[in-house]
């Protein structure tokens, strides 16, 4: 059984994800992909790293991030995180905490101390039980279940240093190996950051551990992929009007 299942009984949340879900689908086909998918997959990639910097209060404009011109360490530890995903999607459900560990040390390198790289400060069992959440789960579906996965990260921020960055991408990573969106387009840090005081309110409701509480955070997390999907629409207009 879905260990999660009952959370698609909160009020609006099946609908939300399923819209969310259907809007990903239709983003998926831009006829941009057929072509030019690997631009279109390397600027999704940079704004989803520009986005998550942001919103770990380090914000620069993405043109000169783009340019090679900003050495924020938070900024660069994004870029790497999302350069990583690929390489990390088949042995995320093998070994959650494994890969949460590479994570921040990509994540992190040059803000935290070098020994604290990759070490749990906080939440210990809660990690092994979201480890096992992810570990072999073939029943929920991949919207919740990263969801959940960013959501308890962040709550816990398990890691010193730019947490939020290893829990945006473990999210990721959930939805990439699940085959919701295998590629990597869908930058759901930019409709997190589209959408930032929502997020932060939403986080912290959840971080309560009421039903209204994960229930506000479903429906900014459906609301920010649909918001990611839209993005990526954009950067395949974009792409196709340079072409």
Known sequence: MDPLAPLLDLADV??????????????????????????VAAEASLRAAVAGAALEGHVHDLDDVRAGTVTDPVVQGALRVAEGLGGL???????????????????????????DLGRLVAGAHRIDALAGLVAGNGQTPPLLLAAIVHAELLTLRPFPGPAGLVACAAARLTLIGRGLDPRGLIAVEVGH?????????????????????????????????????????????????AV
Not at 22 to 37: F, I, N, S, Y
Not at 96 to 104: E, F, G, I, N, T
Not at 197 to 215: I, K, M, N
Not at 226 to 233: I, N, S, V, Y
């Open 193 to 241: 950051a589209e959408r930032e005081p929502e997020y932060v309110g939403a986080s912290g409701a959840y971080a309560t551990g009421t039903p209204d509480g994960v229930r506000s955070w479903l429906r900014h997390y459906a609301a920010a992929v649909t918001a990611a999907a839209a993005e990526l629409d954009r950067i395949g207009d974009a792409v196709l009007a």
């Open 89 to 115: 999607v088949d042995l995320w459900p093998r070994a959650p905490r494994q890969v949460l560990a590479k994570l921040h040390v990509l994540a992190a390198r040059g803000s935290v101390p070098a020994d």
């Open 14 to 39: 099946a609908p939300a994800l399923t819209q969310a879900r259907e809007q990903v689908d239709a983003a998926l086909r831009h006829r941009a992909l057929r072509r030019q998918g690997g631009r």
